[in-house]
């Protein structure tokens, strides 16, 4: 008994894998949506008992927001301990009407299942239950000691996890940790990613008067908030797409030669990228490529703006306050504290006269690095190119997984982010899909995964 039996079962279960994914999908566990809270924990139970009843005893950990997921089968005495990592929380799938089919009824078209958590992270997380499961139904044990820890509040970026993390360090101790939430570079090239941003977000008020007044009477005379957050806003980035908080590059840590490099040879054609989008050309920070800038540069976004009316027709009115959301995309040696230090001293500086501001702190994750000249990295090439048939390629990574750095510090382990999703795979966005495919050699892979960590 071994790795050809798991393989078998593998390829004989793909329908009863596909079924239950497409199970846990319909759950719609909106962590940020209160309205969503019964069946958040319905998806933590989903997750709990699929676990169960692989063979992994698991239970439920409350928090004082969504639950947490934690299971366990340690039975390879002397062998490493692999810490699995997903989470089964969801974005919210607004806007509804671009979805082709409904956010939480997972359809197949073309060999893609599409709904909301289909490649974040449902999908790709539940790709290690079922490599487990293989194992476990064929051999009987696992060649490594494997404990799962499944959050339900990623997607809002609680702070219950690093508690419990924290709390827990004996528990969760591990020689290497797994997450797949990640992508690969593009379809047939899968990838380890060594790097990810991190991520500081702020929602920035205006007020001025205390109503709402008419901008014939009182334009001119009394300053509109809307008017002085966008001047606020416009002050933070130049024509080139760069940042113009004072000191805010200080600590950003330059591209090594041999990543500028390795990068440029990657096969990343930038027309098809561009058309793929439907922009009309590409624009970023000056003197980088486009990899570059999404992967090792800092940004500064907007994602909200709102005040006053918007509405049909014109409404002729100085709103009394306005709000706007925003971001910073965070890269390796940048704190996301002095981040925040630094932008309320912009502010400050650029506020105009007339209006009052306050700034909120959402939340701040610094940016990952992770080793990759390590046997686990080794283990993890051999396992992806046993399954998909091509080593994989080493790159970083735009978006940020926040337990990385907290695995990294309270645990202090390297993290290997085997991602199995497309870069098009609009996560966060309408129309959410994985490709079965991946989603059945990510399972391969993670069964040989851990045949590989046990040598
Ligand atoms: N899976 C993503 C992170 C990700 C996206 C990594 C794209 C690499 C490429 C994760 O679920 C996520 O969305 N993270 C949030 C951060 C969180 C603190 C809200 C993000 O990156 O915006
Ligand atoms: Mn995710
Ligand atoms: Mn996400």
Request: proline share 4%; aromatic share 10%; net charge negative.
């Given at each position: 008994m071994g790795i050809d039996q798991v393989d078998n079962y593998l390829d004989a279960h793909r329908a009863q894998f596909e079924e239950e994914l497409k199970a846990l999908i319909r759950i719609p566990s909106v962590s940020a949506q209160p309205t969503h809270s019964d069946d958040v924990r319905k998806a933590a139970e989903f997750v709990r008992d699929n676990l169960r009843s692989i063979g992994v005893p698991a239970d439920l950990i409350e928090t004082p927001g969504h639950p947490i997921v934690y299971g366990e089968r340690l039975d390879a005495p002397g062998k490493p301990t692999v810490l699995i990592y997903g989470h089964y929380d969801v974005q919210p799938p607004e806007p509804l009407e671009p979805w082709l089919s409904p956010p939480f009824e997972p359809t197949i078209?073309?060999?893609?299942?599409?709904?909301?958590?289909?490649?974040?992270?449902?999908?790709?997380?539940?790709?290690?239950?079922?490599?487990?499961?293989?194992?476990?139904?064929?051999?009987?044990?696992?060649?490594?000691?494997?404990?799962?820890?499944?959050?339900?509040?990623?997607?809002?970026?609680?702070a219950n996890l690093e508690n419990y993390v924290s709390l827990n360090k004996a528990k969760l101790a591990c020689d290497v940790a797994v997450i797949s939430d990640t992508s690969q570079?593009?379809?047939?090239?899968?990838?380890?990613?060594?790097?990810?941003?991190?991520?500081?977000?702020?929602?920035?008020?205006?007020?001025?008067a205390n109503i709402d007044l008419h901008s014939g009477t009182y334009g001119g005379a009394v300053a509109n908030p809307l008017n002085a957050l966008c001047q606020m806003i416009a002050s933070l980035k130049d024509g080139d797409?760069?940042?113009?908080?004072?000191g805010f590059y200080d600590d950003v840590r330059p591209l090594e030669d041999w990543e500028r490099q390795a990068w440029a040879k990657l096969p990343f054609d930038e027309a098809m990228y561009q058309k793929g989008?439907?922009?009309?050309?590409?624009?970023?920070?000056?003197?980088?490529?486009?990899?570059?800038?999404?992967?090792?540069?800092?940004?500064?976004?907007?994602?909200?703006l709102w005040g006053g009316y918007s509405g049909p027709g014109p409404k002729t009115v100085l709103p009394r306050k306005a709000g706007a959301k925003l971001s910073f995309r965070l890269v390796p040696n940048q704190d996301p504290k002095r981040v925040a230090e630094l932008l309320k001293a912009h502010l400050k500086a650029v506020c105009p006269p007339g209006v009052t501001y306050e700034l909120i702190e959402q939340h701040g994750a610094p940016a990952a690095l992770v080793e990759v000249d390590t046997p686990a990295a080794r283990a993890a090439s051999k396992a992806i190119e046993a399954s998909f048939g091509t080593p994989p390629v080493f790159m970083r990574g735009g978006g940020s997984i926040p337990v990385v750095g907290l695995i990294k510090t309270q645990l202090g382990v390297d993290t290997l982010l085997l991602g199995w999703g497309q870069e098009d795979d609009n996560l966060h966005g309408p129309n959410e899909k994985f490709c079965l495919a991946d989603f059945h050699l990510g399972i391969k892979a993670s069964a040989h995964l851990l045949a590989e960590l046990a040598r």
């Open positions: 078209r073309e060999g893609n299942l599409f709904a909301r958590g289909a490649t974040d992270d449902k999908g790709q997380m539940f790709t290690h239950l079922k490599a487990v499961e293989a194992w476990l139904k064929t051999v009987g044990q696992l060649p490594v000691n494997v404990k799962f820890l499944i959050e339900g509040e990623e997607e809002v970026g609680g570079f593009a379809p047939g090239i899968p990838a380890i990613t060594y790097g990810l941003r991190g991520l500081a977000y702020f929602e920035l008020l205006v007020e001025g797409g760069r940042i113009q908080i004072a989008l439907g922009v009309i050309g590409l624009f970023g920070e000056k003197g980088f490529s486009t990899l570059e800038r999404s992967w090792a540069r800092p940004t500064c976004d907007v994602h909200g």
